[in-house]
């Protein structure tokens, strides 16, 4: 099993910044890939950025890329997310996940169906 902790919401003006942190305890060598994702209000849950865990290759939602940065720290088992130029369209909770499963093409791991862990979530807030 493998348990995972985020942390970092709250509430920040449009075109502010915010970091998440995910922490990861447990089973954490089984890890093959963590990502975030989230869910606004009235809408489905939807990928938001992942990274592999030996490599460190990165895939972004079109909607974040060049604003968020996903990164990881294999020591601390943890992965960040990079918030900036934030908008208030960003305002969901955000999910930390992780996957045991190896694909090589890590577009895969946008597939929330296909994770294995998640957190409970941590609330971003971006007001106009």
């Known amino acids: 099993q493998v348990q995972l902790v985020e942390s970092g919401g709250g509430l920040v003006q449009a075109g502010g910044s915010l970091r998440l942190s995910c922490a990861a305890s447990?089973?954490?060598?089984?890890?093959?890939?963590m990502g975030w994702f989230r869910q606004a209000p009235g809408k489905e849950r939807e990928f938001v950025a992942t990274i592999k865990r030996s490599g460190g290759s990165t895939y972004y939602a079109d909607s974040v890329k060049g604003r968020f940065t996903i990164s990881r720290d294999n020591a601390k088992n943890t992965v960040y997310l990079q918030m900036n130029s934030l908008k208030p369209e960003d305002t969901a909770v955000y999910f930390c996940?992780?996957?045991?499963?190896?694909?090589?093409?890590?577009?895969?791991?946008?597939?929330?169906?296909?994770?294995?862990?998640w957190g409970k979530g941590t609330l971003v807030t971006v007001s106009s």
């Open positions: 447990g089973r954490t060598f089984s890890i093959d890939a």
């Open positions: 996940a992780a996957d045991t499963t190896y694909y090589s093409d890590i577009s895969n791991y946008r597939d929330q169906y296909g994770m294995d862990y």
